[in-house]
């Protein structure tokens, strides 16, 4: 039903006066509509009389003791129990908004579902009094953006640093700026105006162009990860009420102009998940890509993890109890993030939260729905794993209609390998079944150039490596806070940096890519991250390691850096392996113009190949101290680096910064290390060159046991590389083109291969099993040995000469 506007606003609200009467589309709903409806409730109701688990649902969100909740546990017990006086404290709460000054505040989710919760309790004037303020609201929000009016907003300057007249995926944000439009969408569907549904969700900078423009690739999220827990609950509510209207084309079924969808917003943080860590409890963690400016649990988690090795998470596990039978870890369901995160503003120019902060829905809670919703997409194999020490179901909240989740009952995705080049990062998993969320198999995440909102400088960097169940790479924050220094630099990423320079943002990059079962392989190349260089990172991903080749072409002779930090000790004294020699470290200083590090040793490595092993031991001092168990050190876990030669390498082992804390001395405020258990090697590789290929291997091992036994190169040229890799059992040969994706050959030490972009050969056993992009010609020795040839998964026709299997027509 439309409402009509009362006289005294009607100048100011011309613009949202419905231009006709609902359309066809509109379905006649009665309020209450959007979360239940009255028949649900009344169902409701009687389930939490009658049913055992939908009694447990209810007493778990009532039983949650985080502060944040307690808005909503307060809406939830006037539902369930229809208790006149929670109906008039809602009510005291929703007229508290309504009679609020402009500009109201940003988070009004709740204030739309009391407002369709109480409608046949409001009388008449209230009703018009709730339409006139949710009118200004959108006219302010969306249609004239009057924040950044001071006329209006009454801290517009401020405001407006985060907001901007014309939108880019970078240059605002949204965990600040988006819940207005959001709330400004949810407003129109509460009023049942369908033209006024139709023109907010429409106009520029709100939900068409949020799908059309902002979220990236399938619905990514484009600021830094952690923001995200915002909008996404008060997102999903829209869906759900402009469905009920009979418009879902502008909720769920919307399908953004590259491809986004509220299916595929959630369902991307699968994409970037990684195996679990076994933390050696009952409940262990599924972490996630973690990058931007908050790198340790991020803005939508109240608290860390006990160590540097645990970052964004879409499980947040438990660690074992304590010597207090205590227990850390858990997914929160419920965040009052702050900025402009109210129903009311306050006197706080930046702030609304005048009386609180308006709770928003977590990533379990997201998840709900989505496992509701979409069951076959594995939502709830994750929600399963959310559950609770010593529960054997997840218990649910009772928003989404969602019964008890058993592990037994759910399965998990796949886990596809991909890049996504709008958001600006490729995801490399040796698994792509199923197994791989619990399994050890790695996965390496790699940046692109693309810019995004709280950026650090990250271009072309790891997003960490994972294998055995265990984080080999992180990207360090040290500061408890927002990024800075050191922790803001490329030199605290897995990366690379020419003349010590911080990499730029760019669009323009070209990728390579093959998802095969043997090796996973992508390659990206700009001229833009630093211009004046061509770069080129390429991995190829296997179960047992990792070849990571970073090609830097320059307009002139640079100096270069190629850095990595892996967590755990360096190894100090191992003998020689198969042409390696045993590296002699020695104290050293590390180049000017990189940030300074303690505890610095180096190789003089000239144009030799070189090697580095870091175990996961316990670095402190007194190891009864440490707060991770002690199987986690156990197992011995660790990586070695095995890196070709190339003239005029120095090498560095440092230590990793260590976390900042702020404390009181006295009367002044200092900075300190903590710390950390897990410990943590900074390797730099530099070379001065005009052009110059850091090739290495990253190889993961437990047990304290690498199993490479030789890693060196066969052949090179200006443009490619040809690696050998060997181990117990296998010999590997890997070959990648770094001009582009054609043709590419190699000749020395009696072999010889010629293929287009990329090649990856496995010799175990009696066969050679070959994946490329195309196979010419190979020579490759056997000796008295007749192995059989596979070719990209089919038999191929070989000849034996010398020794030699040859493949091709002609000779390579």
């Known amino acids: 039903m439309i409402r009509t506007v009362t006289r005294p606003l009607v100048a100011c609200l011309l613009l949202l006066a419905p231009t006709a009467p609902a359309l066809a589309g509109l379905k006649p709903v009665r309020h209450p509509f959007i979360l239940w409806t009255g028949e649900q409730i009344a169902e409701l109701r009687r389930g939490v009389k009658e049913d055992p688990q939908v009694k447990a649902a209810y007493e778990r969100m009532l039983a949650d003791d985080d502060s944040r909740a307690k808005a909503v546990q307060e809406l939830v017990r006037f539902v369930v129990t229809g208790d006149e006086k929670l109906a008039e404290a809602q009510k005291k709460q929703l007229l508290r908004v309504i009679k609020s000054p402009i500009p109201r505040g940003g988070a009004q989710w709740l204030t739309v579902l009391r407002y369709d919760l109480l409608y046949d309790r409001l009388s008449e004037a209230e009703r018009k009094a709730f339409e006139e303020m949710a009118r200004v609201y959108i006219r302010n929000a969306v249609f004239e953006n009057a924040v950044l009016n001071p006329k209006i907003f009454n801290d517009s300057a401020r405001y407006s640093r985060y907001d901007a007249k014309k939108y880019t995926r970078s240059n605002w944000l949204p965990n600040i700026i988006w819940p207005r439009k959001v709330s400004a969408n949810l407003f129109a569907a509460v009023l049942r105006d369908e033209d006024l549904i139709r023109r907010t969700w429409a106009h520029y900078g709100s939900w068409k162009w949020y799908f059309d423009e902002y979220l990236g690739d399938l619905g990514f999220y484009s600021e830094e990860f952690s923001k ?288 095969t079962k043997p090796v996973k392989f992508v390659a990206a190349t700009s001229g833009q991250v630093y211009p004046g260089t061509r770069l080129t990172r390429a991995l190829m991903l296997t179960r047992d390691y990792l070849l990571d080749v970073t090609d830097l072409a320059g307009d002139d002779e640079h100096d270069y850096a190629w850095i990595v930090h892996a967590l755990g000790r360096l190894r100090a004294d191992e003998p020689p392996i198969a042409g390696n020699p045993a590296p002699a470290w020695q104290a050293a200083e590390l180049p000017k113009k990189l940030t300074p590090l303690k505890l610095v040793r180096g190789l003089s490595a000239k144009a030799q190949p070189w090697r580095a092993t870091i175990d996961q031991v316990c670095v402190l001092d007194d190891p009864a101290a440490a707060k991770l168990p002690a199987g986690w050190y156990e197992r011995k876990v660790g990586v070695r680096i095995h890196m070709l030669g190339q003239p005029d390498t120095a090498v560095f082992a440092a230590r990793t910064p260590e976390p900042l804390v702020q404390k009181r001395e006295g009367k002044q405020q200092v900075t300190v290390e903590v710390p950390s258990e897990v410990g943590g090697v900074t390797l730099i590789a530099t070379r001065r060159a005009r052009r110059t290929t850091f090739a290495a291997v990253h190889e993961p091992f437990e047990r304290a046991r690498p199993r490479l036994t030789r890693v060196h190169a066969l052949g090179e040229s200006s443009g490619g590389l040809y690696v050998a890799v060997e181990g117990e059992g296998f010999e590997d040969r890997l070959a990648i083109s770094l001009d582009g994706d054609g043709e590419c050959g190699f000749a020395g030490g009696g072999e010889s291969l010629r293929f287009r972009d990329f090649c990856y050969l496995r010799r175990a056993g009696e066969t050679v099993d070959v994946t490329a992009r195309e196979l010419i010609a190979l020579k490759l020795k056997v000796g008295p040995a007749r192995p059989r040839l596979i070719v990209n998964g089919k038999p191929a026709d070989v000849r034996f000469e010398g020794g030699c299997l040859i493949y091709g027509k002609e000779q390579p």
Request: with cysteine; aromatic share 12%; charged share 15%.
């Open 228 to 515: 995200m827990g915002s909008t996404p609950g008060a997102m999903l509510v829209y869906c759900l009420a402009v469905e009920r209207l009979g418009l879902d084309e502008l909720g769920f079924g919307y399908r953004g102009t590259s491809g986004a969808t509220m299916r595929g917003h959630i369902e991307g943080l699968l994409h970037l998940g990684y195996p679990r860590l076994d933390l050696c409890s009952d409940r262990p963690q599924q972490p996630m890509v973690t990058m931007g400016d908050l790198r340790q649990m991020g803005s939508s988690q109240a608290y860390n993890l006990p160590s540097p090795a645990f970052e964004h998470a879409l499980v947040v596990g438990y660690l074992p109890p304590d010597a207090d039978g205590k227990r850390f870890g858990g997914n929160l369901r419920w965040r009052a993030h702050g900025a402009w995160g109210g129903e009311v503003r306050g006197n706080n120019p930046q702030w609304d939260g005048y009386g609180g902060f308006t709770p928003k829905m977590q990533l379990p809670l997201w998840f709900e729905l989505g496992a509701s919703r979409w069951p076959e997409a594995g939502f709830g194999w994750f929600l399963a794993q959310m559950r609770e020490p010593g529960e054997a179901a997840y218990v649910p909240s009772l928003l989404f209609g969602l019964g008890p989740v058993r592990p037994g009952e759910v399965k998990p995705p796949p886990a596809p390998s991909a890049v996504w080049p709008q958001r600006g990062f490729a995801m490399l998993r040796a698994d792509e079944s199923p197994g791989y969320w619990e399994g050890p198999a790695p996965a390496v995440c790699m940046r692109l150039g693309s810019n995004y909102a709280h950026h650090v400088n990250d271009a072309f960097a790891l997003l960490g490596y994972y294998a055995l169940n265990r984080p080999i790479y992180l990207n360090r924050q040290i500061w408890p806070g927002y990024a800075s220094g050191w922790s803001r630099s490329v030199q605290s990423h897995c990366g690379a940096t020419v003349d010590y320079a911080e990499p730029k943002f760019t669009d323009e990059t070209a990728v390579r890519q093959a998802f």
